[in-house]
């Protein structure tokens, strides 16, 4: 692509709405949310205690009789009801559904920082073509034209281009500032998808 497209336009409610909906690390944590009510739904249910079954089949040497025994018995949760495991999962679940509050924060935090940095860059680039670069390109035509006539010497002439390039270069800089910001938008504020795993 090319640094000079017309840059997108960014509306703050509906990207924050966008990245709401389609984060990966908000479908992560939601997840968590989700495995944790799993969590105190099972440690609830191991609170009820299992029916036990025996059935044994055996033979009396004295009588010659051949025995058979069914013993059914059921455990009472007298002093063991499974409360610590379901507090646990409770306090699973609570702890994960504060970090999705610690999450939306975040990330409404971090989109802020990058919206701002996209207005910024989006507002210099404007400057930059409408006005900076137009009055640089200005300037150093007059410059080549006065020195042509002899009206400067060669050291103006020199200053006259080297500020016109280093506005350019500025412009340039801008630019890319724009499209990396237009990307971290883009691409729901997700970085670092090329470093080394740790």
Same mark, same amino acid.
Do not use: M
């Given at each position: 692509?090319?640094?000079?497209?017309?840059?997108?336009?960014?509306?703050?409610?509906?990207?924050?709405?966008?990245?709401?909906?389609a984060?990966?690390?908000?479908?992560?944590?939601?997840?968590r949310?989700?495995?944790?009510q799993?969590?105190?739904?099972?440690?609830?249910?191991q609170?009820?205690?299992?029916?036990?079954?025996?059935?044994?089949?055996?033979?009396?040497?004295?009588?010659?009789? $051949?025995?058979?025994?069914?013993?059914?018995?059921?455990?009472?949760?007298?002093?063991?009801?499974?409360?610590?495991?379901?507090?646990?999962?409770?306090? $699973?679940?609570?702890?994960?559904?504060?970090?999705?509050?610690?999450?939306?924060?975040?990330?409404?935090?971090?989109?802020?920082?990058?919206?701002?940095d996209?207005?910024?860059?989006d507002?210099?680039?404007?400057?930059y @073509?409408?006005?900076?670069?137009?009055?640089?390109?200005?300037?150093?035509?007059? @410059?080549?034209?006065?020195?042509?006539?002899?009206?400067?010497?060669?050291?103006?002439?020199? @200053?006259?281009?080297?500020?016109?390039?280093?506005?350019?270069?500025?412009?340039?800089?801008?630019?890319? $500032?724009?499209?990396?910001?237009?990307?971290?938008?883009s691409?729901?504020l997700? @970085?670092?998808?090329?470093?080394?795993?740790?």
């Open positions: 692509g090319t640094l000079e497209e017309d840059p997108k336009e960014w509306d703050w409610e509906s990207t924050y709405q966008r990245l709401l909906e984060s990966p690390e908000l479908q992560v944590a939601n997840t949310i989700r495995r944790a799993a969590l105190i739904r099972r440690q609830e249910a609170r009820i205690p299992n029916l036990l079954a025996q059935v044994g089949v055996a033979h009396d040497n004295a009588s010659g009789d $051949e025995v058979a025994s069914v013993v059914l018995g059921i455990p009472l949760p007298l002093f063991n009801r499974n409360q610590g495991n379901i507090r646990a999962a409770c306090a $699973e679940y609570s702890r994960s559904v504060q970090d999705v509050n610690r999450l939306k924060l975040g990330l409404r935090n971090r989109l802020a920082v990058v919206f701002r996209y207005q910024q860059a507002y210099q680039v404007e400057r @073509t409408k006005d900076i670069l137009l009055i640089a390109r200005e300037n150093l035509n007059l @410059t080549e034209e006065g020195y042509k006539q002899g009206e400067f010497d060669f050291l103006r002439l020199l @200053t006259a281009r080297r500020t016109y390039y280093e506005t350019s270069l500025r412009y340039v800089d801008s630019l890319i $500032e724009l499209r990396q910001a237009e990307v971290l938008l691409g729901l997700l @970085t670092g998808g090329l470093d080394n795993v740790r």
